[in-house]
């Protein structure tokens, strides 16, 4: 699996969007861009994901670079529900399986 | 949407005896599930992935007669973890992939695991 880089934590205040950095400068031409978070004893949950063009979806958007070497997750208007961990994961089309790195903790401030 | 449950939530046994976890998907069909592990603070780890009818396969490092697997109907896979021991306390997480589906796979809540 393509590797990638997320910062270890990250703070953002209450109602601020945040945007949540990825590189993945190995990616190949099939990889997908996944993004899932895992809130506080819980399993995690699929937040989006995307190939070439950037996403919009109601959680997130995903921006994704030009030369799909790093890749951003923008929570726009962040609450204290959002703060959790959150996986960048690269995702061939048909590989079943979803391999976790350290992901990034998100720390939201009240 | 999809949902994936697990049961127990949490379970506590003593060390030596086997302790079944379930992971079912409520309202869709799963022709492959995953299980996980995650010790506190740190990342999930897979340790196998079934497929419905087959045997699981382990990843590198995963005692595969410790760790049963059976994935018997497309809705529901078990985990037995035989001879368990306080190292094996840990949050073990399922999730499924939609059938005939490329990227659809939901995760279950997660089961704690406590070896006395």
């Known amino acids: 699996d393509a590797k990638t880089t997320q910062p270890n934590s990250m703070e953002s205040n209450e109602e601020e969007p945040v945007h949540l950095p990825c590189n993945h400068s190995?990616?190949?031409?099939?990889?997908?861009i996944h993004w899932y978070r895992q809130l506080p004893s819980q399993g995690p949950e699929y937040v989006i994901h995307?190939?070439?063009s950037n996403v919009n979806n109601r959680m997130a958007s995903l921006a994704i670079a030009e030369d799909r070497k790093s890749s951003t997750l923008i929570l726009h208007r962040a609450t204290l529900r959002d703060a959790a961990v959150y996986y960048c994961i690269l995702k061939v089309n048909r590989d079943d399986k979803i391999i976790f790195g350290k992901g990034t903790r998100l720390h939201i401030l009240p | 949407g999809a949902v994936v449950s697990q049961h127990p939530s949490r379970v506590i046994c003593k060390s030596g005896t086997s302790v079944k976890i379930e992971c079912r998907s409520l309202d869709f069909q799963a022709t492959t599930m995953f299980w996980y592990r995650q010790f506190p603070k740190q990342s999930l780890m897979l340790m196998a992935t079934?497929?419905?009818?087959?045997?699981?396969?382990?990843e590198q490092g995963v005692e595969k007669d410790k760790f049963l697997i059976n994935h018997a109907s497309l809705t529901l896979s078990t985990l037995t973890v035989t001879s368990a021991h306080p190292e094996d306390s840990s949050f073990y997480i399922c999730s499924a992939r939609v059938a005939y589906s490329s990227y659809e796979q939901y995760f279950g809540p997660g089961t704690r695991l406590t070896v006395t």
């Open positions: 079934s497929n419905e009818g087959s045997k699981a396969t382990y």
């Open positions: 995307g190939l070439t």
């Open positions: 190995t990616i190949s031409g099939t990889d997908y």
